[in-house]
């Protein structure tokens, strides 16, 4: 105890430290994790240290401190010795229609590789946060939420490897998205964060690479829970439109070969490609369904070739289109209109606990470089209470840019990969 009472008075020492842009010591970021998990630090102070961080940021050995003190701060868990070298995880740091990760799970497992919260028959299982892993990022992420430090390189590095780390991962993947509809809207700011996350998560022995991708569209063509998982399924199915496609294969393919089940990265791709063309991926989908708890025969007309989606799946109670006010070619959408509005009609929470409506979503109907006559359906919306206002179509018809074809400039997805 008496340790504790002297890190308490020498305490603002640490902030003062770091405020004034020094390094802080193995020590000091140790005793600030212990006080941040014992709760004997005040948060006003934890939120000022937050915001000297946030001001000053870390040199490389300070984030891999913070990030191994935090890892430890909980239970690390342990797998069973014949899954060495195949427990893998992705991190996406989030984009509209990111509905990667369902795709990516069953084709992972279809490989060998065992992902996040197994479910050991299956292979993979898709989850959200447990309590006894990393408990000091819980208190801290809440914190950063109401001193506006979200957007700090140590601090996410530290709250994101962290818990990979807890999971005693062989190989992590992140995608790490930059543009209008992302956290970073530049590329050069999105490769300081992968590339610091990159090199903590190989610091910590996890085989760490990162894959740089383009968030202005949505993502493929669909927006919203309900319509996600059907565009995952289709994807499955081996139907899914191309972006999906490259992003996945990208995550999957650099993945395989880090833990050497691939030669190559283009040789991964191909691997991971195959187990969404020949149904290895769809019946591995299906078996983790019924491993959640979804009736056998629910999961089977699921995955079958021509799925009534909408006899399962809750259809909204309206639809409506909206129309081309003009002709020309597709040349921009603005993905993050399109999630900014859906999250108004209900598709997203605004804090923790928050009900979310599933069958709230928008379909795309066109995509980038399609050429549209005036007066064409570009974008059906799933919609209940509230219902979608004038204001809101004004601002989804904002969000679709036409014009000439010569002004179109497609780039590819996937802007760069880090190997680690």
């Given amino acids: 105890m008496a340790h504790h009472e ?22 000091e970021i140790r005793d600030f ?28 050995e300070e984030t891999l401190a913070l990030t191994k003190e935090m890892m430890m701060s909980g239970e690390v868990m342990s797998w069973p010795a014949e899954w060495e070298g195949l427990m893998v995880d992705k991190h996406s740091t989030g984009g509209v229609g990111d509905k990667i990760s369902l795709v990516l ?21 898709i989850v959200g946060q447990t309590d006894n892993l990393v408990p000091a990022d819980k208190v801290m992420y809440a914190l950063r939420d109401v001193t506006s430090t979200v957007d700090s390189l140590p601090l996410i590095t530290g709250s994101i490897i962290s ?21 970073y809207k530049d ?38 829970n309900t319509l996600e998982v059907m565009e995952s399924l289709e994807c499955l199915k ?48 299906q078996n983790m369904m019924i491993g959640q708890g979804v009736a056998s025969q629910i999961a089977a007309s699921l995955c079958s070739t021509n799925a009534d989606y909408y006899s399962i799946l809750r259809l909204a109670h309206y639809q409506t289109e909206l129309e081309t006010q003009g002709h020309g070619t597709v040349l921009d959408i603005d993905g993050m209109v399109i999630a900014q509005v859906l999250h108004r009609l209900g598709a997203g929470r605004s804090k923790a606990g928050d009900p979310v409506n599933h069958s709230v979503g928008a379909e795309l109907l066109v995509s980038l470089g399609h050429k549209v006559e005036k007066g064409q359906p570009w974008l059906r919306v799933h919609y209940e209470t509230p219902a979608l206002s004038a204001e809101q179509r004004l601002s989804l018809q904002g969000a679709l840019t036409l014009g000439p074809v010569d002004l179109l400039h497609t780039q590819p997805l996937v802007a760069e990969i880090i190997l680690p």
């Fill in 6 to 27: 002297q890190s308490t008075a020498t305490f603002p020492e640490h902030i003062r430290k770091k405020r004034n842009g020094e390094q802080l010591s193995a020590g």
């Fill in 238 to 285: 081996g139907r899914g439109p191309d972006d999906i496609l490259e992003l996945v294969t990208s995550l999957g393919g650099l993945l395989l070969w880090m833990i050497g089940r691939a030669g190559s990265l283009e040789e991964g791709k191909k691997v991971i490609s195959t187990t969404l063309q020949n149904g290895a991926a769809l019946e591995k989908f």
């Fill in 163 to 183: 818990k990979k780390g807890a999971e005693s991962l062989s190989a992590l993947v992140l995608d790490v998205k930059f543009g209008n509809a992302a956290l």
């Fill in 105 to 125: 799970a069953p084709a992972l497992a279809a490989c060998g590789c065992k992902l996040h919260r197994i479910l050991e028959e299956v292979g993979c299982c």
């Fill in 33 to 60: 994790v212990q006080g941040v998990k014992d709760k004997t630090i005040q948060e006003s102070q934890i939120g000022a240290m937050l915001m000297a961080i946030w001001l000053q940021g870390m040199v490389a």
């Fill in 187 to 224: 590329l050069g700011s999105a490769k300081s964060l992968a590339q610091s996350m990159v090199t903590v998560g190989n610091s910590l022995g996890i085989r760490t690479g990162a894959v740089l991708s383009r968030m202005n569209c949505p993502i493929g063509r669909c927006v919203g």
